[in-house]
């Protein structure tokens, strides 16, 4: 059994930052890419942000320079710093890890249940 909690979702004004936060608990072996989606109403989900165990990270361009992605690979967590928050940034955010439960096994793509970011402008 395999869980991503997501925290720190919220209301903010426009310009303000948040900090959402992901962990991965149960039955891992090795955690590969971490990442950030977001889905906002009406629309398919997207990358926002991914980060490798190395620390290698790829943005969407409507966030580069707003927003940073880290990890803890100890503590098997994955942080976005979003700061410069704008109205179209409104969405429900997911956590993502590529992991596997055992040597044996394949990596295979995790979700958190999502937390909601809400920016008034």
């Known amino acids: 059994q395999v869980q991503l909690v997501e925290s720190g979702g919220g209301l903010v004004q426009a310009g303000g930052s948040l900090t959402l936060s992901c962990a991965a608990s149960g039955s891992i072996f090795s955690i590969n890419d971490m990442g950030w989606y977001r889905q906002a109403p009406g629309k398919q989900r997207e990358l926002v942000a991914a980060?490798?165990?190395?620390?290698?990270?790829n943005y969407a361009d409507s966030v580069k320079g707003r927003f940073t992605i880290s990890r803890d690979n100890a503590k098997n967590a994955v942080y976005l710093q979003m700061n410069s928050l704008k109205p179209e940034d409104t969405a429900v955010y997911y956590c993502n890890a590529a992991l596997r439960q055992s040597p044996s096994t394949y990596y295979r793509d995790y979700w958190g249940q999502g937390t909601q970011v809400t920016v008034n402008s």
């Open positions: 980060i490798t165990r190395g620390g290698s990270t």
